[in-house]
């Protein structure tokens, strides 16, 4: 497998509680059954044997697609280390409640022992805080190699890695190759200048090319721009904020491709979009892989054929003179989090956990069980459906990876965006007045 993920994409979601250098509980008594000590947590001085307590507070549990495997996984581990290691989770299934508890808890010093966050926090400022621990030795020694490449190096801090990007999104084309085919297209465009080429060829058939949006949050569209700004900057071109040459550039070419999209793009929602798409009058749909299962329902067959069977995955196409070829567009939907410990064994106890769940084989039962998708590298499971194993081989193949915009920048970029966009593609502003006034939101929130 190749390198994936650089960033991040994105992706997202999450949460909740414990105590920062818990020590671990006193065992029961020892008895001739009693098992011996962990080689991960030794008990010192001959004295009895400690359970090590590890506090998660997971919203992996109760409707959550991953709950189901997460807890079989756990309890297995729990198993394989009874009366030296136990994983006792704290159930929360209330996301935003979660978020919010987790914030709490953090700040008053509470730190959790696991826990599970997503970008909503500031990744910076938690790890400067000294409250979690740094995987980044671990990670060195070997670890890291089960990752995709640069997939948690984008989110260190001055060298430590306190925020592990686990569960991810990938955004990439999907197409209808009938519709192609009809178009008089065998393949998927290559560059973006073959690509612009394709949407007036598919405009002359009578196909949108493509789905756009700038209503409500713009999300298809803002999907869009961050493919573009990745393929002609590349992985470094969030480094100087907006200031990169690359946002001016995909904005001229954003607002070309809604000539090729439905009537009422500028007012359209994310339904509009979807309907457009499953109406088999857009030819390429991009959206994350939580919309796959979509492909295979029988109410979206037409005339007895899947969605999926005339689908096929593509990557962004490459933009002459950029610098993204090869990269991929993400998002992190869930790091993993460990509070910094006193006791070296209750730190070795916890990072022997948190490599048992990002363990491949286990990652790939994960994926195969939920449909969500990893920054582990794994093997799709050959019963996973055939575009999730596309999409999988794809963020297998990506030499690097990037968030998404939205993702990229504070959240007055994201609340700005459709304001900005349609501004842009009525003609109000041009690519750099489109530009300037997402930095202008983002300067009067500071």
């Known amino acids: 497998m190749k390198k994936a993920i650089a960033l991040l994409l994105a992706l997202t979601m999450v949460f909740a509680l414990c105590a920062c250098g818990q020590q671990a509980a006193p065992a029961p008594a020892a008895s001739n059954d009693a098992p011996a000590a962990s080689n991960d947590a030794p008990a010192a001085n001959d004295k009895p044997a400690q359970e090590i307590i590890i506090n998660f507070p997971s919203v992996w549990v109760g409707t959550d697609s991953k709950a189901p495997y997460m807890e079989k996984l756990i309890a297995q581990f729990n198993e394989e280390n009874a009366g030296s290691i136990k994983v006792v989770v704290e159930e929360q299934t209330d996301y935003q409640a979660a978020r919010d508890k987790l914030r709490t808890t953090i700040t008053t010093g509470n730190t959790p022992d696991l826990c599970i966050l997503d970008t909503t926090y500031d990744i910076k400022a938690y790890t400067a805080s000294g409250k979690f621990m740094d995987l980044a030795p671990y990670l060195n020694e070997g670890w890291g190699e089960d990752?995709?490449?640069?997939?948690?190096?984008?989110?260190?801090?001055d060298g430590k890695v306190c925020?592990?990007?686990?569960?991810?999104?990938?955004f990439t084309p999907i197409y209808n190759t009938k519709i192609f085919a009809e178009i008089g297209w065998d393949h998927f465009p290559a560059t973006y200048d073959e690509f612009m080429q394709f949407c007036k060829d598919a405009k002359a058939k009578g196909y949108n090319a493509m789905g756009q949006m700038a209503g409500e949050n713009g999300w298809s569209s803002m999907l869009w721009y961050s493919l573009i700004v990745e393929a002609i900057g590349g992985k470094d071109?969030?480094?100087?904020?907006?200031?990169?040459?690359?946002?001016?550039?995909?904005?001229?070419?954003?607002?070309?491709m809604y000539s090729y999209t439905f009537d009422g793009a500028i007012s359209a929602s994310a339904g509009d979009v979807n309907g457009h798409w499953l109406a088999r009058d857009t030819a390429i749909y991009l959206n994350g892989p939580w919309w796959v299962a979509n492909l295979y329902k029988e109410e979206n067959a037409k005339d007895g054929v899947l969605l999926a069977d005339d689908c096929e995955v593509a990557v962004n196409p490459k933009y002459e003179g950029g610098k993204g070829e090869g990269?991929?567009?993400?998002?992190?939907?869930?790091?993993?989090?460990?509070?910094?410990?006193?006791d070296p064994a209750k730190e070795a106890a916890v990072v022997k956990f948190i490599k048992y769940i990002t363990d491949p084989q286990h990652?790939?039962?994960?994926?195969?069980?939920?449909?969500?998708m990893f920054f582990?590298?794994?093997?799709?499971?050959?019963d996973t459906s055939v575009i999730s194993q596309k999409l999988t081989q794809v963020a297998n193949d990506a030499s690097f990876t990037i968030i998404h915009v939205n993702g990229?920048?504070?959240?007055?970029?994201?609340?700005?965006?459709?304001?900005?966009?349609?501004?842009?593609?009525?003609?109000?502003?041009?690519?750099?007045?489109?530009?300037?006034?997402?930095?202008?939101?983002?300067?009067?929130?500071?």
């Not at 925020?163 to 990938?170: C, N, Q």
């Not at 690359?246 to 904005?251: I, S, T």
């Not at 990269?327 to 006193?342: H, I, N, P």
């Not at 582990?376 to 050959?382: Q, R």
Request: charged share 15%; no cysteine.
């Open 327 to 342: 990269g991929l567009v993400t998002t992190v939907q869930a790091f993993l989090a460990a509070a910094k410990q006193d």
């Open 163 to 170: 925020f592990l990007p686990f569960e991810s999104a990938v």
């Open 376 to 382: 582990v590298k794994y093997e799709p499971s050959p």
């Open 237 to 256: 071109v969030y480094a100087n904020g907006l200031k990169d040459p690359a946002f001016v550039q995909a904005a001229e070419i954003l607002k070309e």
């Open 147 to 157: 990752f995709a490449d640069g997939s948690y190096e984008a989110w260190s801090v």
């Open 408 to 446: 990229a920048f504070p959240t007055a970029f994201s609340t700005e965006f459709p304001a900005a966009l349609s501004a842009l593609v009525l003609g109000q502003v041009d690519a750099q007045g489109f530009v300037d006034q997402l930095q202008t939101a983002i300067d009067n929130a500071a």
């Open 363 to 372: 990652v790939s039962e994960l994926a195969l069980s939920s449909g969500a």
